[in-house]
């Protein structure tokens, strides 16, 4: 009798009577049962953790920081709430503490009375750090611990975060005041540079105009010494003249009678006083042309200089937006050259008062030059001219006289304007040099401002300056500057979808182990009947293979409709799960035929060896070398894999290995089945009777 029809006689068994239908469901629901169940009960845990009482302790009595009420406590308290993580309930602090220890709450979240002081505290000068206190209790659930450091660990980020963004941006609105400030002070050096240049321009130009008023000064000294000997002599000179005129005239007068007999003695001596009076004559007479040519010149250019250095301290040190350093120098030079005009003006006032007196003096003194001459000339026989000449001496005494008072007051006055000219001369030495180094310092001066504006100017541009929009992108970035950018490539929805790889090999196991139970690994009528054993094999194989399929039919069918598991590849999905359940029914089969009543006990510890190898909750590699070594020998660390790749998606690779795989495993445990059946079909004492039966 072919394989087939000896399943569909095994099969057909179950149709006799209720309790053997009854069974046949039962091992069709079974598979149902543990992973529907299983599945379902784990499907989204995460979704439902607002149903979970958790004690919230909020404590805080806010802070104030800057002018500004901060309240951290409530904040974080409000943004709790409307994350619905847990189902938050608002306690005292000893409720709190008394309801996680007897398992009211699972845990609690205390928010202490200096919570907000702390936070605002980071941008005083002694920052401190804000603690939030979570309490939990192991004892209650210890998967609810775990999941609260994670959740509690966003909140203290999210928290650290909003405490980061305040400080920082005081912090960025403290680099634009100082941007606003350094741009102010960019242009003031702006202006400093601008007023400096043109300083340095004046004083150049006062250094120069000095230079050209000491030359002048120096000139109008040399000048007025002269006048100041020459008129010395002239006034020296036109004395000896004016005692000697008067000499003659008392004794001309007084002698007259006698006048003969004394020219007759004295020729000589008239002769020689008319040649002095001729020589005195003609030097007064040659120093009054200079005096009066010189003088004026001598005031204007005082004049000049005195103006000059009173329009440069009226605009460097009156009019400037900065003062001038040199002020002081600029004074004293202005007060001197002052000075020196009012002494070239009372010379020249002198001057033009006794403009009349001069010219008469000097055509007196010509006069008194020609007439000495002519005395000299005619001292000889003055006896004969006596009675002309004592007319002309009173007259010539009379000339003589307001001569040497006219050469006193001219010497007396450029006495004084030879001290006003030395004195403005070495004022305007003085001033020169102030000048220059005025014009140096300031050279150096604005030369510095220059370099202070172009350094506040570059300062100004590397200083950030942050609008409100900057600021609110720039507080973000560095309050929390690293953004985890997660990206899923086949993201599972639930965690009922990542666990159904696990979940559905097991249960499809289970259905084989309980199958075995009801089903005999080997059919007796072939074993009776001498069959081939692979037939035997295939015979014993096939009804568990389509019990098998109905499982998987079932199972997938509860899973996708009323749980609502999605597969990527459905189709690829079912097929794979076909070989699966084929796979693993021949593997139980061969461990029953091979070890009887032990084989069960087998079928079991190959069960648990594969849910602790397979990797399919936490990744193998966590767990110790054992199942690390054995994982890849065993069929289910491959369904594991495939399935995922199958319900989730990626690359197909696994699953044609698993196929493969499976096939060998397949294969192989059949052959091994007709290997058992082939001694089965010899009778043993051992068969009769059975040490252990179950």
């Given at each position: 009798?072919?394989?087939?029809r ?48 958790v ?10 920081a ?9 904040d974080?308290?409000s ?5 619905k ?18 398992g ?12 907000s ?18 309490r ?5 659930n ?9 959740v ?5 980020s999210a ?14 609105i ?58 010395g ?15 003659l005239a ?36 040659d ?5 009066v ?24 040190c ?7 350093p ?10 001197a ?5 009012g002494?070239?003006?009372d ?20 006069t ?9 000339k ?28 006219g050469?006193?007051?001219l010497h ?7 001290t ?53 992108q ?18 599972a ?15 499809l196991?289970v ?32 009804p ?6 109905l ?11 009323a749980?609502g ?6 189709a ?14 021949a ?20 069960l ?43 690359g197909?690779?696994p ?14 445990a059949?052959?091994l ?22």
């Open positions: 009798m072919r394989s087939p000896l399943a569909a006689l095994e099969l057909r068994r179950f149709g006799r009577g209720r309790l053997p239908r009854a069974a046949l469901v039962a091992l069709l629901v079974l598979p149902l049962l543990y992973g529907g169940l299983y599945l379902w009960s784990f499907w989204n845990p995460y979704g439902r953790l607002d149903r979970i009482p004690a919230l302790v909020n404590d805080d009595k806010g802070a104030t800057g002018g500004k009420k901060i309240t951290a406590g409530d974080l308290e943004r709790l709430r409307d994350s993580t847990f189902d938050w309930h608002e306690v005292s602090d000893a409720e709190a503490r008394k309801g996680v220890e007897n009211t709450y699972y845990l609690s979240l205390t928010m202490p009375s200096d919570f002081e702390r936070i605002a505290s980071s941008s005083g000068a002694d920052p401190e750090t804000g603690a939030l206190q979570v939990s209790n192991d004892a209650n210890y998967i609810v611990g775990q999941i609260s450091r994670t509690f660990n966003e909140v203290r928290a650290s975060s909003k405490a980061s963004r305040s400080f920082l941006d005081k912090i960025f403290s680099f634009s005041d100082i941007h606003d400030k350094t741009t102010t002070a960019a242009k003031g050096a702006d202006k400093l540079n601008s007023g400096l240049g043109k300083a340095e321009k004046g004083s150049k130009d006062l250094a120069d105009g000095l230079t050209d008023a000491k030359s002048g000064s120096g000139k109008l000294v040399k000048g007025i010494k002269k006048l100041d000997t020459g008129s002599d002239l006034q020296e000179g036109s004395r000896q003249v004016a005692d000697g005129t008067q000499a008392d004794k001309v007068d007084g002698v007259y009678a006698e006048a003969g007999p004394f020219l007759k003695d004295n020729e000589k001596t008239i002769g020689d006083t008319a040649r002095l009076v001729a020589d005195s004559a003609k030097t007064v007479q120093n009054l042309d200079v005096l040519k010189h003088a004026p010149l001598a005031a204007k250019a005082a004049h000049l200089s005195a103006t000059a250095l009173a329009d440069i301290y009226k605009e460097r009156e009019s400037a937006t900065v003062p001038d040199a002020c002081p120098q600029l004074k004293k030079a202005e007060q050259a002052a000075e020196v005009a002494v070239a003006d010379l020249n006032t002198l001057i033009a008062d006794q403009n009349g007196d001069l010219a008469t003096m000097r055509d007196n003194l010509g008194l030059r020609t007439q000495a001459t002519a005395l000299q005619s001292a000889p026989h003055l006896y004969e001219d006596v009675s002309d000449a004592v007319k002309k001496i009173d007259k010539l005494n009379a000339g003589a006289q307001k001569v040497a008072d050469a006193k007051k007396t006055g450029l006495g004084t304007a030879k006003g000219a030395t004195t403005l001369d070495a004022g305007i030495g003085t001033a020169k040099t102030g000048a220059q180094t005025l014009d140096g310092g300031l050279y150096k001066l604005s030369d510095g401002s220059e370099k202070l504006a172009g350094g506040l100017h570059d300062g100004a541009k590397k200083i950030p300056d942050y609008d409100k929009h900057d600021r609110d720039h507080t973000g970035v560095m309050a929390d500057p690293v953004q985890l950018a997660s990206h899923d490539l086949h993201k929805p639930n965690y009922g979808t990542g666990f159904a790889p696990y979940f559905i090999p097991l249960s196991w259905g084989a182990m309980v199958a075995y139970m009801l089903i005999a690994p080997l059919n007796r009528r072939a074993l009776a009947a001498g069959s081939p054993a692979w037939r035997i094999a295939f015979a014993g194989w096939l568990v293979v389509a019990l098998g399929v499982q998987v039919s079932a199972l997938m069918a509860v899973l996708h409709w749980i598991l999605q597969m990527l590849h459905v690829g999905t079912i097929g794979f799960l076909f070989l699966v359940t084929a796979c693993f029914a593997i139980v089969q061969w461990l029953n035929a091979r070890f009887g009543a032990a084989g069960r006990i087998l079928v079991l510890a190959l648990m060896l594969q849910l602790t190898s397979a990797g399919g909750t936490y990744p193998v590699q966590t767990s110790p070398g054992f199942f690390n070594t054995i994982h890849p020998y065993l069929p289910m660390s491959y369904v594991v894999s495939a399935l995922r790749r199958l319900i989730t998606g990626g197909l690779g699953v044609w290995q698993a196929c493969a795989v499976l096939t060998a495993f397949t294969v192989g059949l052959a089945t007709a290997l058992a059946a082939r001694k089965r079909q010899v009778w043993t004492l051992d068969r009769l009777h059975p040490e252990l039966t179950l």
